[in-house]
């Protein structure tokens, strides 16, 4: 069985470019995550996709937007990148929406 | 609003003292908590949660309702212990966790 995988490990992208990061969910999981943490502060949960619908959202601007596909894999774009949005961008899969949360390692983007 | 609040952002402890690293949340429903841990190089794993009731690596957290709080301790710490720790709460059943700034938990031989 293999874990949460994240591609790519580490980025770097320009203010006002766009970027997709992908998340790979563990085999079974249906449900997918997204956090982004900043340094020195904890996950904050930016979406949650369930069986390919958006299944609620935390307090980010619509230039953030997901995708997952029918394999449960799953995409995170942010469009108009700014440079607070370095950080390291953790995605999470759970074998359904209220069971336990599995993280990948995590993509770290730095924007200059 | 939810949120969840872990005042120490450094914990230092001898091995074979007793730890306990707090956690307190506002949520105005029935919240389900969360203890995550994660160990040098290594990703976010699941610790323990308040609804399981378990005891892992020696370690157990009490959900307080009246006191809002979830803190995490261990009698006797261990030098392996020594990792990041964060609080988290699950509102909405949904799974979706509202993370603490962590606590940085360092165990001195």
């Known amino acids: 069985e293999t874990g949460v995988t994240q591609s790519p490990t580490h980025l770097i992208k320009t203010r006002g470019q766009q970027v997709t990061l992908r998340c790979s969910s563990q085999s079974g999981h249906n449900t997918v995550s997204w956090y982004q943490q900043a340094l020195g502060q904890g996950p904050q949960f930016i979406f949650q996709y369930y069986r390919e619908e958006e299944n609620g959202r935390g307090n980010f601007p619509p230039r953030f937007s997901g995708l997952q596909f029918p394999n449960y894999s799953s995409e995170l774009n942010v469009n108009a990148l700014e440079l607070d949005d370095s950080a390291l961008y953790l995605c999470a899969s759970s074998l359904t929406v209220n069971t336990e949360a599995f993280f990948g390692q995590g993509t770290r983007l730095t924007v200059v | 609003a939810q949120r969840v609040t872990q005042p120490e952002k450094l914990l230092s402890v001898f091995k074979g003292a007793p730890v306990e690293l707090k956690c307190n949340y506002s949520?105005?429903?029935?919240?389900?908590l969360f203890w995550y841990v994660q160990y040098s190089r290594q990703r976010l794993q699941l610790l323990l949660r308040?609804?399981s009731r378990e005891s892992i690596k020696g370690f157990t957290a009490d959900l307080n309702k009246g006191e809002t709080s979830f803190h995490l301790k261990k009698p006797f710490a261990q030098e392996e212990d020594s990792a990041m720790y964060y609080c988290?709460?699950?509102?909405?059943?949904?799974?979706?966790?509202?993370f603490g700034q962590g606590t940085e938990l360092s165990v001195k031989p």
């Open positions: 988290g709460l699950s509102y909405n059943q949904g799974g979706k966790l509202i």
């Open positions: 308040h609804i």
């Open positions: 949520y105005s429903g029935s919240p389900e």
